[in-house]
């Protein structure tokens, strides 16, 4: 199973009046992950945009274990969790400078047509990038 590694500096920004993370920001590091994921197995998650087509978030779940600070370096990892050739599960987990699991969580995916956004055959449309979800999904079985 392929799990790739990005490395976050926590800013100022991304932080509440409690000086921790807001929960809100893990959705976006979850993206960046995700998307490096998608580039790292070797595709283009702009490039399915250019050709019309998107994947919209179904369903999110995020845990919290452990709150991350500005100043802090987060390392966001990533993977897919399930595929079944229409939906696609991210994982994810994000640590804190000790290594320890600050949160966890699961994206759900499905791709569509960014006019109607009726539900894509993802096999026919980028049939390479099926194999390669596929290929991951016997690793995780």
């Known amino acids: ?6 490395k976050v500096d926590v800013r100022y920004a991304e932080t509440d009046q409690m000086g921790v993370v807001y929960h809100a920001n893990y959705l ?9 994921l998608i580039k790292e197995l070797g595709f283009d998650y702009a ?17 919290f274990k452990k709150p991350l600070h500005f100043g802090e370096e987060a390392l966001i990892r ?14 994810y987990e994000i640590l804190n400078p000790e290594g320890e699991i600050a949160v966890t969580g699961q994206t759900h995916h499905i791709c569509v047509d ?12 980028f049939p390479d990038w099926h194999e390669a979800y596929e290929k991951e999904k016997r690793q995780i079985d």
């Open 78 to 91: 990533t993977w897919i969790d399930s595929y079944d050739g229409f939906r696609s599960v991210y994982g």
């Open 28 to 36: 976006v590091w979850f993206e960046i992950g995700r998307t490096n």
């Open 1 to 6: 199973m392929h799990v790739t590694e990005v």
């Open 47 to 63: 490039e399915m945009e250019k050709g019309g087509i998107v994947s919209p978030v179904l369903d999110a779940n995020i845990s």
């Open 114 to 125: 960014k006019e109607t956004f009726r539900p894509i055959r993802f096999k026919k449309h």
